[in-house]
């Protein structure tokens, strides 16, 4: 079991790409989450998804950011036209069938910077 | 709202030591508790999870205390080495339906030999 995969593992854009960040969440595991870690911040969450639908997207920006994660493949967060508050280090976990026992596994994470 | 605080932001001990990191949460409805470790540009390594009707976990030299009245908990480490440098990390699930974690901003530990 690879565990939860996150890539790239470093991303560079200028202000106004696209940033395009996948996690393939450990075999068995149906629920992805995705969290963002600002510089000196803890980690925020930002939006739950479970296969083809997302359960919780409270705490993404409203405008420019996406997440899906498709029947098949890995779980995608989207940022369109990055700004350099949008620099920060983006991390996904992933669970089974939530339980009171159940552990989240993260990934590596992918550092983001916007130049 | 659901707060989680952790003290001291950054604590130095000599190897050998035994330390306690805190933290709390502002609401004691909790799930559970999870401790993690986050090494410098590294991802998050699970340690010790305690469900909300547990009052302890133990592996290895770690020992995770849990008081969900007093809105604390503690992660005790037994005989530090240089090697447990690094920032631990504490989370709070707050029910049951696959919500998310919420995290303090951590204690960064120094275990110099």
């Known amino acids: 079991n690879a565990g939860v995969m996150q890539n790239p593992r470093h991303l560079v854009r200028r202000r106004g ?7 393939s969440p450990m075999k068995g595991h149906s629920h992805v989450y995705w969290y963002r870690q600002l510089p000196e911040e803890g980690l925020k969450f930002m939006v739950y998804l479970q ?5 919780d997207e409270s705490g993404m ?3 420019r950011f996406s997440a899906e994660f498709p029947k098949e493949g890995p779980s995608i967060l989207r940022i369109q036209q990055v700004v350099r508050g949008d620099s920060a280090a983006y991390f996904c976990a992933s669970s ?3 339980g009171q026992n159940t552990e989240a596994f993260f990934g590596q994470g992918t550092r983001l910077t916007v130049v | 709202k659901q707060e989680v605080t952790q003290i001291p932001a950054a604590l130095s001990v000599p190897e050998g030591e035994n330390l306690v990191l805190n933290c709390s949460f502002t609401d004691s409805a909790i799930y559970n508790l999870q401790w993690f470790r ?3 540009g590294k991802g998050l390594t ?4 305690i469900q909300s009707s547990q009052r302890e976990q133990t592996s290895g030299r770690l020992n995770a205390s849990l008081d969900k009245s007093s809105g604390r908990s503690t992660l005790y480490i037994a005989a530090s080495q240089p090697g447990d440098s690094a920032t631990y990390l504490c989370a709070v699930k707050v029910d049951q339906a696959g919500t998310a974690l919420i995290f303090g901003k951590g204690t960064t530990l120094s275990v110099s030999s």
């Not at chain 1, 296969?51 to 359960?55: A, H, R």
């Not at chain 2, 699970?46 to 999870?49: A, N, P, Q, R």
């Open chain 1, 17 to 23: 790409q696209e940033a395009r960040l996948r996690c």
């Open chain 1, 51 to 55: 296969k083809e639908n997302i359960i």
């Open chain 1, 61 to 63: 920006p409203k405008e």
């Open chain 1, 96 to 98: 089974p069938v939530p």
């Open chain 2, 38 to 40: 986050q090494d410098p």
């Open chain 2, 46 to 49: 699970s340690l010790l999870l």
